[in-house]
């Protein structure tokens, strides 16, 4: 996945009126208006014939306004892209290895303080994201839905720094508690977690969604709740991620990681590079599977299977507005429960810091159920 430069506009205008310019700047305003008019009428003409010309017309639109679809975030073990409008992350994106997903060893001298502690995380606003349009702490007071993460703390614990940022709440959207959140989801994600037991590089998506329900009358329709006093931050109806698995497994953590993809030209680790990906798959380096799941945000039982979930990738990207994987690559790769055991393992998360295994649990081979 290559950066995509956001245009963000600041305009600031400083004015001084005296008593005697006001009839000029009246006159200037009512053409100025006049403009405006000719020009929205003018774009929505070329709208018709040249969307390219439309777009050079409203970029130089009388409204001075300008804003990014989504502000494009980068941490130490993810990337995300914030949606100003809803609140909450619009997708993340991590690349997880057997190794990106284990602390650091311990350096003899290094005090115990030195390593990564969820206890010292906390849950914070991002500075990032100008006060109009950001999450608050607020927004989450007695609201009956957690915090949830769409990058798990349990993904980021290569620093401190990296486990930090999982609390940014540009990284959090509002998730069903007991039965989702703490139970399930938790399981899910520790299903992603463990596929680094067998493949070398792991890409993982996670995406809010707004789906439509299908009322009394027939007519869909996508209805949601927004939290916060005054209300600020919508809740998605669900929640899904897109998985892509590659390469072969890393034998021993002693040994180097077999070169199953490049590394990533990006200085983020997390961001997956469709470059690297296709170079993997063309060397033939072990096997690429690919799988999307759709979970609603409610309560979940944990005897359902993780199978019920699946769904196809374009299904989530023609909902999200998102394509993850070029097409090739899609193409190419085989269906991820077809290469390997979907199901969760029900654990018991209510203190993640430490209930994880040192090692994540491998899986066992894929089979047709």
């Avoid at 991590?94 to 969820?118: C, F, K, M, N, Y």
């Avoid at 030209?265 to 759709?294: C, D, E, K, M, Q």
Wanted: aromatic share 8%.
């Amino acid at each position: 996945m290559s950066h995509l430069a956001l245009p963000i506009g600041v305009f600031g205008v400083g004015v001084a009126l005296g008593a005697a310019g006001a009839s000029a700047i009246q006159r200037n305003e009512t053409q100025r208006k006049e403009k405006a008019m000719v020009s929205a009428i003018a774009a929505s003409e070329a709208a018709s014939k040249s969307p390219d010309t439309a777009l050079q017309l409203a970029r130089r639109s009388w409204w001075g306004a300008s804003a990014p679809t989504s502000d494009l975030l980068v941490h130490a073990a993810y990337v995300s892209a914030y949606d100003r409008r809803l609140r909450h992350p619009s997708w993340t994106a991590e690349h997880l290895t057997a190794t990106s997903i284990q602390r650091p060893p311990v350096v003899p001298g290094t005090p115990p303080a030195g390593s990564p502690d969820r206890s010292r995380s906390v849950f914070k606003e991002d500075p990032r994201i100008p006060l109009p349009f950001r999450a608050r702490m607020a927004d989450y007071f007695r609201s009956g839905y957690d915090r949830g993460h769409m990058v798990p703390a349990a993904d980021a614990k290569s620093s401190q720094t990296a486990l930090d940022e999982t609390f940014y709440l540009t990284n959090i959207a509002p998730q069903v508690g007991e039965g989702f959140n703490r139970d399930y989801w938790a399981h899910f994600e520790d299903f992603t977690r463990r596929l680094t037991g067998r493949f070398a590089d792991v890409y993982v998506f996670t995406v809010p969604l707004y789906l439509p329900r299908r009322d009394i009358d027939g007519k869909y329709r996508v209805t949601y709740e927004v939290i916060g006093e005054p209300s600020n931050v919508a809740v998605p109806t669900h929640f899904a991620k897109v998985i892509l698995a590659s390469g072969l497994p890393v034998p021993t953590r002693t040994q180097s990681a077999p070169a199953a993809l490049p590394a990533p030209s990006n200085p983020s680790p997390s961001v997956p590079s469709p470059t690297n990906l296709t170079a993997s798959i063309v060397s033939g380096r072990g096997p690429t599977l690919l799988g999307a799941f759709v979970l609603p945000n409610a309560i979940i039982p944990n005897e359902v299977p993780l199978r019920n979930f699946i769904v196809p990738v374009e299904s989530v990207e023609k909902a999200s507005g998102v394509n993850f994987f070029p097409d090739h690559i899609k193409q190419v790769s085989k269906a991820l429960c077809d290469g390997t055991d979907c199901s969760i393992i029900v654990r018991e998360f209510k203190d993640r810091s430490s209930s994880r295994p040192s090692t994540p649990s491998p899986l066992p081979a894929g089979r047709q159920r």
